[in-house]
């Protein structure tokens, strides 16, 4: 009994895991964010993965980062320059970095 229940919770975060990775993804899309970034490797900017691994545990973090994606910014992850996002909505700023701080 103990195994089927441990199988089924795997299972449903796997499910869970890829939803969430779906709805990212299409943020992404939405909002012209994967022409420099990716959710695993770099591109022109860093990989989704390497931002929620720099900021784990920072409780200013998504705050500065949606300052950040709204106004652009460099220097941080290297010298090509980030430009301001001021096109993509506020709501979904938050929403991409509450998704891109929780990756694992």
Known sequence: M???TAILAIASLTVASAAFADQLEDMMKKNGCNACHSEDKKILGPAYK???AK???DPKAA???EAKVKKGGSGTWGQIP??????VSDADIKK???M???LK
Not at 82 to 87: K, V
């Open 2 to 4: 103990k195994t089927a």
């Open 50 to 52: 390497d931002v929620a």
């Open 55 to 57: 900021y784990r545990g």
């Open 63 to 65: 705050a500065m980062l």
């Open 82 to 87: 980030m430009p301001p996002n001021s096109q």
């Open 96 to 98: 991409m970095v509450e």
């Open 100 to 102: 891109i701080l929780a």
